[in-house]
Every structure is written in C-alpha cells, then in structure tokens.
C-alpha cells in the first residue's frame, strides 16, 4: 500500500509570507503528527491530530497551525515566515493515536527554506 | 517533563562488527514505549525496533537488539555484524499511550567499509 506521501517535497519562500505543506497518511490511518527537524534542535514535535481533533501540541508559536480533514489528510500552515522556520518537517501516520501502541509511519518530508 | 538523552552524536563502526548507541531518558511515568528510528540519508524515518516498558525482555529484530534497563532508565541498541546499509542518524524516542512522542537529539552512525 502507499506510504505516507509529504507534498511539496521543497519549497522556498521569502521572509514574511505564508506557506502551506500538506501530508496524505497511509490508508486507514486516522493519527497525523507533524514534526519540525533541524541540525540544531533535533526533531521538535509540532502537532498531533486524531479524527480531525488536534489531540497535542508542542511549544510553538501561534504562527504554526494545522488541520486534519474527514480523510485523515493534514495540513500545517505557517504564517509570518521567519528565518528560523528553516527545517526539515516530517508527518507520521498512524492507526492509533500518536504511534505508541502502533507504528509510525514517516513521510519523506518537506525541505522549506526561508530567505 | 519527560526527556530523552543521546550522548553520542557520532559514532563508527568497521563493517560487520558490533556498536551499541546509547540513550537515557527520563521519566516518572511506569508504563511507556520506548522506540529507536533509523534515518538514512534518504530522509525516510522507519522504525528499527520498539520496547514497551512493561516487558522486562529486551526486544530483538534480526540484527538489531536493545538492552532496556527500566531502573536506570538506559535503552541502549545494539547492531550487529553491521552494514553499509546501516550508516545513518538513529533516533532514540519515548512515549506513552497518551500523550507526544519524544525523540533525542540523535546520532550519525557512519559504517567503514
């Protein structure tokens, strides 16, 4: 079966704007987190969401917010770009919640970088 | 607050020997997983092995073992008769069945031919 499929997979966006990333899970998974990696923080856990409730959120500002629809389908939407959003962000599918008592499943990730 | 430790950013090892990559966390909690994730430089994370904390058996998958001590809170892994394939970040994490998961800070295992 697909695995968890992370669009886009690099994305460059200037100081100030807006962006977008999006992440389909596995079929039948129902529990999409989101993760920020890099170099210097290591992975940083950014959200969690379980049919379509956001079940935890990590220590990032208001700027980070994301969604999950009824097909389990997520979005992470980051707003007032800053150079230090620069990172990795990966999402991680699971059936249950948060992919203890199952597998999570990561996505290859979307590279953005800040200019 | 839970927390999980890598002492080693990097480490190497001679193709077919045997390393151990370290990791401590801390808890206060008594039921937990605790888990190790491979990254390689394709940047897909998958899972290498995971341990629930009530089992006092260290779990297995083929070539990969781990030395799970709850009192000290040590999760070490163990890789034998290592492969090039095996060079990548490894990433120790901890969670419990109702909240994050929490990874380390990693560390780069680089394989020598």
């Known amino acids: 079966k697909a695995g968890v499929t992370q669009t886009p997979r690099y994305l460059i966006k200037t100081r100030g704007q807006q962006v977008t990333l999006s992440c389909s899970p596995i079929s039948g998974h129902r529990s999409v987190s989101w993760y920020q990696q890099t170099p210097g923080q290591g992975l940083q856990f950014l959200f969690e969401?379980?049919?379509?409730?956001?079940?935890n959120k990590g220590n990032f500002p208001g700027r980070f917010s994301g969604r999950q629809f009824s097909n389990s389908r997520s979005e992470m939407n980051v707003s007032t770009l800053e150079l230090g959003d620069s990172a990795l962000y990966l999402c991680a599918s699971s059936l249950a919640r948060g992919g203890v008592n199952t597998e999570a499943f990561f996505g290859q990730g979307t590279r953005l970088t800040v200019v | 607050a839970q927390t999980v430790t890598q002492s080693q950013p990097e480490m190497s090892v001679q193709e077919a020997e045997t390393v151990t990559l370290s990791c401590t966390y801390d808890t206060s909690e008594s039921d937990y997983y605790l888990f190790w994730y491979k990254q390689p430089p394709s940047r897909q994370m998958i899972l290498v092995i995971r341990?629930?904390?009530?089992?006092?058996q260290n779990a297995t998958e083929n070539r990969f073992s781990v030395n799970f001590q709850k009192a000290a809170k040590s999760f070490s892994l163990k890789i034998s008769d290592s492969q090039l394939g095996d060079a990548a970040m490894y990433f120790c994490a901890y969670g419990t069945s109702y909240d994050k998961v929490i990874f380390g800070p990693g560390t780069s295992l680089s394989v020598i031919p």
């Open positions: 969401y379980f049919s379509e409730t956001q079940r």
């Open positions: 341990q629930e904390a009530y089992k006092q």
